[in-house]
């Protein structure tokens, strides 16, 4: 496989499943926070079924945060694999600047990763602070008797 597609394995496979997966995180916190706001705590009568329909979703935007350092760190390995193999093919006239050009660029996966994960994370503890908020004021619904 040359050298210039796995390049592009790192820059438009890794980057972009991950710009995909920052894509899908934003998608389900706006969707989620869209629902919350618009739940009626009188329509439920059990609380398992409440909470069932707030933690819609919660699941996906935390292994989204949970992986995808992981994924970008698959992607800095490759790029790094990579510049030992350029490393190797110049025997002859090795250019310190070339590799570390090259090392600093190998790094670029894992930022992005981080860059998805730690809003990812963000949402995710916030939207579950919001969940355990709308059942606590279904609790207190319940004990006043306003709901069945």
Known sequence: MPVEQIKNIVDYGIIGFLAFLSFLTFALAIERVLFYRSVKLEDYIHEKELELDLSKNLSAIASI???APYIGLLGTVI???LTFYIIGDQQDTINPGE???HL???LKAT???LVVAIPATVFYNALLTKVDR???EWEILRDKGRIK
Do not use: E, F, P, T
Request: charge should be positive; glycine fraction near 12%; aromatic fraction near 0%.
């Open 134 to 136: 709308i059942l606590s």
């Open 65 to 67: 945060g949970v992986n």
């Open 104 to 106: 600093a660029l190998a």
């Open 99 to 101: 590799i570390m050009k």
């Open 79 to 81: 790029a790094i694999i």
């Open 111 to 113: 930022a992005a990763g």
